[in-house]
């Protein structure tokens, strides 16, 4: 430990209040990373399970989202991509067990004291944006390999409305992926 704090010193790297470090990603990383075969492979094989459309975009804001998140995630590009193929199945299964789930992809706003409401209150999916398999690699490598306190302080970092109840139904659903638990 006290050798990766040396090198995040030496590297100048930055912390976010939460304590994760930044580690900086090129955009042209996470470019290339959206549109690799890893990728493409992992998101293929849950949007075919699951029946629904992929939206290619690779403007600005969407990548730069996805460079955002990597940044924070602890994994470089190439872990990542590394991640997708020797964990292909794994992150497929959590995918799409993760989207079939009603608790945990529930669409429950907060809204501040006297903010209104969207009066149709019903929202359509059309489909999903690529990029959503490197998120969920991510979260995968999280819960299998980190600290459940470093995963909370991810979601917190990335503003997931409600990151407790969010990582808690992200655990029940890995732990029930791998035996642990029911779902």
Request: hydrophobic share 35%; charged share 25%.
């Amino acid at each position: 430990m006290c050798e990766v704090r040396v090198q995040i010193r030496r590297l100048n790297l930055m912390q976010t209040p939460e304590g994760i470090t930044v580690v900086p990603v090129a955009y042209q990383d996470v470019l290339a990373l959206l549109t690799s075969d890893a990728v493409t492979d992992v998101e293929q094989a849950i949007a075919s399970q699951l029946r629904f459309k992929i939206i290619q975009d690779h403007g600005a804001t969407s990548t730069s989202y996805t460079q955002a998140e990597i940044s924070v995630s602890g994994m470089t590009t190439d872990q990542i991509e590394r991640y997708l193929r020797s964990d292909r199945d794994l992150v497929i299964a959590f995918g799409v067990r993760f989207l079939r789930d009603d608790d945990a992809t529930s669409d429950e706003q907060e809204y501040p004291e006297g903010e209104e409401q969207d009066p149709d209150g019903e929202s359509e999916t059309l489909g999903y944006g690529n990029g959503f398999g490197i998120k969920y690699a991510i979260y995968h490598n999280f819960l299998a390999n980190r600290p459940s306190s470093e995963f909370r302080a991810f979601l917190k970092n990335r503003r997931i409305p409600k990151h407790t109840k969010f990582a808690n139904e992200l655990v029940r659903i890995f732990d029930a992926l791998n035996g642990r638990g029911e779902s």
